[in-house]
DNA sequence: TAATACAGTGTACGCGTGTACGCTTAATTG
DNA sequence: CAATTAAGCGTACACGCGTACACTGTATTA
């Protein structure tokens, strides 16, 4: 029941998946991307794509899924670093930038589809960027004793932040330069924070003061 | 001198950039927009496309100039309503979400070229939203006597948090769920601004102590 | 072992694309 | 007024695209 067959069907639809993936660069997204040019690079005829997905849409909904995937093995690796003491902001910071160094065209496909032309990418990113955010708006709402509404928004902001710090750092070659993203970043986000702890303070106090 | 000529020319040379700037939505960006559709919609010839501009990239370089033109005469709004008295913030916020209502494939475009293929296109739109930026950061620094790092860095996250907020705006049809999105935005904002400003005093702090 | 299912191939088609080239026609120039 | 310039047009070309269709060879099934 293992299938000789089917083994090699996973294989080769594997090649189609990372040939549309190492095809990704700063100079190539997704969308012109032709379903030859895949196959071609999978080493595969034209034709032969269809065995396996009846679309490149089909193919770029499973792109994304993975990039998902890469995000949640981010927030565990980011997790396990900070159980071992440190600046929760400056090592997520870290964390992330190091995955953008070494996974940029996972987190270029998510940028560009995020705003792309596509409603069902545009709904796939979406919904993976979300759960980013509710992961860590879960985290701030333990780790901080914040009042729920305020964490999502410490969360969203900050998800929003970042990301926009990686898109810049896909653009910086001169690693000083790239330092110095990190740091404005970190402070940023404890920009985000301070104000955060403070509304939320202020929250209980008046829940407080009513009762 | 006036020249009946260069006036026709003139003339047929918006007829390009209207149909292209026309022809953008939710599901059709720029560069999925061909040289012949865009003639087409003008109503010329696609070879007559070549009098006036010798490429789509040129004529989508125009398109981001007029974005970033735009972007100003929204700061000039909002500063004018400003004058009249009210919460910076909020009416920043507000004027900004007219904008996406009313122009909301202009903002596309910027945010789309923003992360696209195109180098000349990336770093066009990151000039704009750099200026953009630089005159928050200005202003931010004179209104709030901030120290001009910590206006910077302030200046930057906002303009982030904001273009997140107007992107989500796009994708959103009820009025309620963007009101809400506007209060959140002006929430965040009001988190960096608190950071920004303890992080001003306390570096204030410091060099008088120096001193 | 014979029949079947199916991954992968090769050919062929119509379509939309960018653009080279020569033409027309009317404003500009001398 | 004659010569020139240049905006706009029409034709024509090669190209890459998605995909329909009939095929081959081999693992699976009965």
């Keep these: 029941m293992s299938g000789v067959r089917a ?13 549309a993936l190492s095809q990704l660069s700063a100079e190539r997204s997704f969308s012109n991307l032709s379903l030859r040019e895949v196959a071609k690079e999978a080493g595969l005829a034209p034709t032969s794509f269809y065995r396996h997905f009846t679309d490149m849409d089909e193919l770029g909904l499973t792109l994304v899924d993975e990039a998902g995937l890469t995000l949640r093995q981010l927030m565990r690796q980011a997790r396990q670093r900070i159980a071992k003491g440190g600046s929760v902001i400056q090592i997520s910071v870290e964390t992330f930038m190091e995955l953008i160094e070494s996974n940029g065209n996972v987190f270029r496909l998510l940028l560009r589809e995020r705003s792309g032309t596509s409603a069902a990418f545009r709904a796939a990113v979406i919904r993976e960027i979300r759960f980013f955010t509710m992961e860590l708006c ?3 709402q333990q780790a901080n004793a914040l009042d729920a509404e ?18 810049d750092a896909l653009d910086i070659d001169d690693k000083d330069e790239r330092e110095l993203l990190s740091k404005q970043t970190i402070q940023q986000l404890r920009f985000i924070a301070r104000g955060a702890a403070e509304l939320s303070d202020r929250r209980k106090a008046a829940k407080k003061s009513q009762k």
Tied chains: 1, 2.
């Design 7 to 19: 083994q090699q069907k996973e294989k080769t639809r594997r090649l189609l998946i990372d040939a």
């Design 138 to 140: 879960d985290y701030l």
């Design 150 to 167: 305020v964490a999502y928004m410490q969360a969203n902001a900050a998800v929003t932040i970042v990301f926009s710090a990686g898109s």
